[in-house]
């Protein structure tokens, strides 16, 4: 405990005389100072009398039990520190602090959920407060860290090193806390949470950029692409499908290669040289081969304009073969040339 | 690209994971939360669920750079459950097409109530049922294969084969370890056309994950296809020993009702052909199916020729008949296809009753026999 993050705000003196003058009378002030004092001094035992004999002439008092909780939090005495601020949080369900506290105990007994729920209580009673704002961060950075050993069968409890919360030492009044909003941690991260996204490398269209961080949502799904009708683009696809089949139909066996990219993806993931070997014997079988295609369909991928799929319907008659079926292409633009990414048959 | 396929299941935790990556897109992180512990109570060992939940849980305390942001985290394990992630959403959002049909389930027998065709590309394994010859689908679900991949070659290669193979038996949880999870399903690799082409290895199974584990990687197998526990359950219901085939492709191809009912047909008039020539007793009518890689009891074209003439004098009639015939077309770039029957040959001087297996080869257009032999 003795590392524990401390949050004091104001000096001890001027906080106390502010912070509880309306509930406290001046004239107990001393003996909480004092109290204080054996508390930072690290007696413990002596802290605890002392609070006791004042506690018996008020039992009541807010300011009496917090330092109460606190006492037995540092005295190693979770279970009964529990009950003091619990009871704080019944009696004075406006003050954040004895929320704040008992989250922090929560945490150290790894019962987050509990921890959360009080700090979520805390931040209701006052939502700028900071040590809570940061405390639920801490709070939440090892529930993360409890998904992540489910999710990777590790234990990292002690691989890293955790922040400890901040447990607070002093009750304020709401005037003396701190004024300015915390600017949300939440926006900075919801920001950046997009680079999650699983971004695929292969023939994903939509998808296939890596996830920029701060990349503002699209407003339709990113997964659906917008259908192009427009003229150029079309046009321009429709040339090279014609280029292709023409080469293909003539047996012009480079000229048909070369309507492939560089990183076209062979169908059975065989090697380029492999696949080029196999088109260009079955090019070179015997007898005539015609190739032509209708119903034309284009479909730019979201955002780009120089990657689509080409759906059509290919007639292909050779020696020994007339067949008519449904292809897919995936076709990308490189030095203004349409070329084949991937190609395949059906939907 | 949503058009309407109603008739595909949406069972498994996809929809799910999809919802999740669908909320966290529109930075909706509370709605993404609600649903990925939706997904942890349904599949409360799923890794990737855990690993998205965290960094949901991280986003909320600080801004996130990556997929997994595990400090000191293996990457491997990281980069698997991405894999995984990929492969389950790639499956979800490109589902088959309801009236495409894979290429490979050309004839099922009539007694064959469900084929299994996967897809390793995909890491997904589709369950058809045989409507009255036709293939309907009826599930699919994220599998598990080799670590490195597909088209095994020889023992020990930690590839999953790639080919026309049917289940051989059942293994159920109790004779095996937790490491199989629900059970297994020996499959037949190396089939005929596997040990012709020099492959080999054995114990190619189908089988269940540990206990502790709800789905492995996508490559994670020593060459088996794993499926979740509770997904296995589901197919062994549909399963017959000895005779469910199971097809395992690189990447199936799908082909309309249409296009698959000319392939099948053209091939069964080949297949007639053949029978039809041999009652004719043309000998050379009959051979002409056979093609010059054929073997066929061990021998090669000319031997099988040699012999067929030899008997062909002493014949003045033959009948033959095939029945309950199945065509399963091997995944990969050559025309070939298993073709299994019962055949029953009557003829003046001798009379048998056999299971036959041949593979059809297409040659410069033309279906031809490369192997023959009992099925």
Redesign the interface.
Known sequence: MSDRRFFLAAPLASGLMLAFAFLIGPAYADTLQDINKLLKQGQHSQALEKTEQYLSGKPKDAQGRFLKGLILTEMNRPQEAIVVFTKLTEDYPELPEPYNNLAVIYAQQKQYDKAKQSLEMAIRTHPSYATAHEN??????R??????D?????D?AN??AQNKLAMIRELMTASSRPAAAKPS??A???????????A??E??PAESKPAT?VAA??PT?????KPVVGGETNGEISKALEGWMAAWSKKNVKGYLGYYAKDFQT???ESRAHWES?RAKRIN?PGTIQVSFENLKVTLDNGSNARATVKFRQHYR????K????KVLVMVKRDGKWQIQQE???? | MASAQARYTDAGPEPLLANVFEQIKKNRLDLAMQQVDQLIQSYPKFRLAHLIKGDLLLARSRPIQAFGNVRNAPADKIADLREEAIARLHAYREKPQTNYVPRYLLQMRNDQKYAIVVDTKKSRLYVYQNEKGTPRFVADYYITQGKLGADKVREGDKKTPVGVYHVTGSLSREKLGDFYGSGAFPISYPNEWDKRNGRNGHGIWLHGTPSNTFSRPPKASDGCVVLANQDFDALSKNMQIGLTPVIISNSIEWLSLDDWQAEREALKKQIEQWRSDWESRDVERYLSHYSKKLVADGQNLDQWSARKRQVAGGKTWIKVATGNISMFRNPGKDDLVEVTFDQDYQSNNLANQMKKRQYWLKESGRWKIVSEGAG
Not at chain 1, 188 to 198: G, R, S
């Open positions: 639920l961060g801490d709070i939440y950075a529930m993360a860290s409890q998904s992540y489910k999710a990777l069968q590790i990292s691989a890293s941690l939440l900075a991260a919801k920001a950046q949470v997009a680079a999650i996204l699983p695929s490398k023939d994903k961080p949502p699209a799904p990113a997964s659906e692409s169908p059975g993931g196999d079988k050779s020696a020994s073969l067949t008519s079926s449904n395949r048959v059906g939907k």
